[in-house]
């Protein structure tokens, strides 16, 4: 076992246990902050590539891994944003830039999730009997996390917005 | 038409003959160099979707908008057989995919995610075919920006065509409206010539029935000299109902607004309306004060409409009961207030000789809101009924 595995598999655990726990709880919906995660992964990950691979190393095999890694990440992270709750947030009416509604992905959520996790350990593994260890680099998980957030984003933002354009409904008033 | 309907209609769109002919055209080309270059080299794995997704492409092309769930099948196939036979085939294949991820985005009815399905599933399967069939690096990464950007290109096209839905729908929308306007003026305009007629009507033909009320008991009881003098004043007041009638015709024809009308002929009309008055009857003490200066055609009609229902109202309600009409001018207003004692109403039967209802009272409130700052009031007022007719100068 080496340092990179053991590195990546501590990497994985916190971040499962850190996406994990969010998407139990009920968080406000701030499309603007909501960006900045994904940004910070993107940039994290892009950094450590470029120090551990030239460009001219890259094979058409690493990027077929890669781009079917991308899809399987932005499809389950718009599925994770399509399959969220959204609930309006009554406290949220005093400021204007405060959050309007919160939202909640639950346990489909995780367990989607825990599928991700599954089919980019079975693409690493699969690209390691292939040859390619791009694929399975540190720097290829954060960009992958990016992805994933990156689409769950992009849904509920677009989500946020539609419900945003319908005049909320006082509570009394029904 | 809601912008959701109105970009429902430019979906369902069936196809032109220009967009029919090319994407045939494309899929003869394409079918042409498949055949040319790759028909004995490839094997039937790649040859299969190849085909399906250029008869599919034929199909999509020629099936009008309204058959929404065959042309999904039909876009599905497009996109799966393309991106799979697009590495074999050195990416002519390709052609087929991105027609079909443009479509999925561009047509505004349907849901965004059917795009981004068909975007990533095109990137997946040509991912999986770079894995079986070897690529060079270029390759790979031309054919996936090529699901790129016809994905953007979509997505593009679908914001123009929601534009256009919503410009479509805010078109029909002003039109709507201005038919509205154009239906509220002519019933303003309606209102107006009922109002005229009434007010013309109403006094004269009301005056001729009291008149020949009066000539019927006159004769009944022998007067027959009395009866003449009463049929002689109901024929003048006829023959001035008939050139009020007349001018008001006029009034109605001629659009322009009428001249300034002098203060002395105005306080004529309203005296000649109190004579008429005296003549039918009753009693009234009217009475002018203040500088008398010209006034608006419409200011000066609303005021001697005012009177005129005003006295016509008192023989109707308060028969008998003397009337106190005072016009008072200032420099800044003309006020006519016209007063009557009220009486208590009696049983006068169900055959109600006078034309009325609550016309008139209606018309002279109209006519006043017309009149750019006059103002009218009608009411009880310490047992008197009282007509305030107010125009301030402009």
Known sequence: MTLQTLANAALILILVGWIGIRQLTWRPILVGRMWRLPIVFAAIGLFALSGSHGASSVTAVDAALLSLELVVSLGVGAAMGALATIRPLSSGDGAPDAPRFESRTG???????????????????????LGSHLAASTGVIFVMVAANRVARTAVIGLRVSRLA???PVPAGAR | MTIEKAAGAIADATPTWLSRSLNLLGVIVVAYYLALDFLH?????VAVPAAASLLAWAAAAVLPGRYRAPLSVLLGTMVVGGSIAAVPTNGLAIVPATVAVLRLFAEPRR????????GLTAAACLAVAALVFPIPL???????????????AGISRRQFRTAEAQSRALLEERVAIQEEQAHGAA???????????????????GGLVIQLDAVEALLEAGEAG??????????????SGLSEARRAVDALRDDRPGEAVDGASIVRDLGDLAEAH???????????SGAERPLPADEAQALVRAMQESLTNARKHAPGQPVAATLEWTPDSVSLVVSNPMVRPVDRGSADPQPGGHHGLEGMIERFDAVRSGSVTAGECDGDFVVRALVLRS
């Open chain 1, 107 to 129: 346990w489909v959520g995780l367990a989607l999730w825990f599928v991700f996790i599954g089919v980019r350990v079975g693409i690493d593994v699969w690209a390691g009997a």
């Open chain 1, 165 to 167: 354009t319908v005049a």
């Open chain 2, 41 to 45: 080299s490839v094997p039937v794995l």
């Open chain 2, 111 to 118: 849901p965004i995610w059917h795009g981004a399905v068909g």
């Open chain 2, 138 to 152: 270029l390759g790979l990464v031309a054919m996936e920006g090529g699901v790129l950007v016809a994905a953007l």
């Open chain 2, 187 to 205: 019933l303003a305009e309606r209102q107006r010539v009922a109002r005229e007629i009434h007010d013309v009507l109403a006094h004269s033909l």
């Open chain 2, 226 to 239: 009395a009866a003449f003098t009463r049929v002689r004043d109901a024929r003048a007041l006829a023959a």
């Open chain 2, 278 to 288: 005296r003549a039918l009857g009753g009693r009234i003490d009217f009475t002018s």
